[in-house]
C-alpha cells in the first residue's frame, strides 16, 4: 500500500506469461489490495494481463493508474480470471491486449465492479493504434458487470466488436458515461452475446 504522496511504482517490468506488473497465481484464497500503485510500461509477453494479472478470490484496485501496458493475448491493463474484483478512484490509459481482447480490462468467470474509474484508450497512442481484438475498454466473459458512479470510457478502439465493451457476462452499468469510441469494423460502443444487460444512466456519443 502506498499513499498519494509516495506511491507504489512498478515501470517497464515484463513477464513471460501473465503479469508483467503484478501476477497472483493460484492465489484462490488470496485476498490482494493495491492501494496507490503507478503501473507503467509494463508487459506480459506471452498471454494476459500487461499490468496486472490476477486470479486471486478477491483483487482491490483503489486510487491507482495502470498506464502503457501489453497483454500480447488478453488484458492489457488488467486480466482477473475468476473471484472478484473492484476497481474505484483509478485510471487505466493506453493499454492494449494485442492477440485477443480487453484493452484496458478482461475478465472471466468474474465479479467485476467499477467505480469511479477512466478508462481512456488513446491519451497518447496514436490514433491507428487499436486497444485490442474485441472489448477496446472492457472484455467481460461469464460473470458479473457492474459500473458505477463517475466512470468514463473514452477513445478505446477495436478491430472487431465492442469499442468500449464487449460483454459476455450480466452487466449493470450505473450512472456512468461512455465517451466518443470508435470501432474499425462495427460502428458499436457496447456489444453483448450473453447474459442480461441492464443500462442505468449510461450516456454514448461519438
Known amino acids: ?41 509494463c508487459e506480459a509477453k506471452a498471454t494476459s494481463g500487461g499490468g496486472i494479472f490476477s486470479n486471486a478470490k ?17 488484458g492489457g491493463g488488467i486480466a482477473v480470471i475468476y473471484g472478484t474484483a473492484t476497481i474505484e478512484n483509478s485510471t487505466l490509459s493506453d493499454n492494449r491486449a494485442v492477440g485477443h481482447a480487453g484493452g484496458g480490462i478482461y475478465t472471466q468467470g468474474t465479479s467485476l465492479s467499477l467505480s469511479n474509474t477512466t478508462i481512456n484508450g488513446h491519451a497518447n497512442l496514436e490514433a491507428a493504434t487499436v486497444n485490442a481484438v474485441e472489448g477496446g475498454g472492457i472484455y467481460a466473459a461469464a460473470g458479473v458487470l457492474s459500473i458505477s ?19 459476455a457476462s450480466t452487466a449493470v452499468p450505473d450512472g456512468s458515461e461512455v465517451m466518443p469510441t470508435i470501432t474499425n469494423d462495427h460502428a458499436a ?5 450473453a447474459g442480461t444487460v441492464t443500462i442505468t444512466g449510461l450516456t454514448i456519443n461519438g
Open 189 to 193: 460502443s457496447t456489444h453483448a452475446t
Open 58 to 74: 478477491s483483487l482491490e484496485v483503489n486510487h491507482s493508474t495502470i498506464d502503457s501496458c501489453k497483454g500480447n493475448w488478453c
Open 1 to 41: 500500500t502506498g499513499s498519494s504522496e509516495d506511491p507504489i511504482i512498478f515501470d517497464a517490468c515484463k513477464a513471460f506469461r501473465d503479469g508483467g506488473g503484478i501476477c497472483v497465481s493460484n492465489g484462490n484464497q488470496a485476498v490482494v489490495s493495491l492501494d496507490y500503485c503507478e503501473i507503467t510500461g
Open 149 to 167: 458512479g463517475s466512470s468514463v470510457i473514452t477513445d478505446c478502439t477495436v478491430s472487431n466488436n465492442g469499442g468500449a465493451i464487449y460483454n
